[in-house]
């Protein structure tokens, strides 16, 4: 089944008020609008850009969450939703197809997803939100501040340089395809 944006936001609706905080679903429409947009100036798909951003971070709804990757994968399985969508419950935290590749520390070992990022092959949209999810607090901020953001939250771990480096890897890339800096697209970055 596909997942629209619009019923991807009414989830994020529905969820106001029932997680210990609501943070996590004003960051998932910030994602969610800032795909979209470089969806649009890449000429992509700019609703199925929003889709995924919305829903990334999903599985917070349905428990703990520092298990919300594979919650969120899990769910929207369960609702009967196409794997592209499940997929980028899992996707979204992981760079360069490496579970260790992440903000925070060392994930616990789950062979499912270790593998499952390994060999996945990452769409653009999904690079996209990997971009996005490291762009957006509950506003738009650069990457470097997002990720100082993380590591005051989260501390500094054995892999922090490697998702630092990885990250700016990624953000360079979109800057190559855009032919200019992706923070051009996001001018509040400067005040945020
Ligand atoms: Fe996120």
């Not at 901020?141 to 922090?160: A, F, H, P, Q, S």
């Amino acid at each position: 089944m596909k997942l629209t944006s619009a019923k991807a936001l009414e989830m994020l609706e529905n969820a106001k008020g029932k997680t210990k905080d609501d943070g996590w679903i004003y960051h998932s429409i910030c994602v969610g609008n800032s795909a979209g947009k470089i969806a649009k100036a890449l000429n992509l798909d700019e609703e199925y850009a929003k889709t995924l951003g919305y829903i990334h971070d999903i599985g917070k709804s349905v428990g703990e969450f520092c298990s919300h990757v594979m919650n969120g994968y899990n769910y929207l399985k369960e609702l009967g939703y196409d794997d592209e969508y499940a997929n980028i419950c899992l996707t979204h935290s992981y760079l360069n197809n490496d579970v260790n590749c992440t903000a925070g520390a060392i994930p616990e070992d789950i062979p499912f997803r270790t593998e499952f990022i390994k060999n996945h092959k990452y769409t653009i949209y999904e690079k996209i939100i990997n971009l996005c999810d490291l762009m957006c607090t509950r506003v738009n901020v650069t990457l470097e501040k997002r990720l100082i953001d993380i590591m005051v939250r989260r501390g500094v771990y054995e892999n922090t340089v490697y998702h630092i480096k990885e990250a700016q890897k990624l953000k360079k890339e979109f800057d190559d395809m855009l032919g200019y800096n992706v923070y051009d697209l996001f001018p509040d970055v400067i005040n945020n």
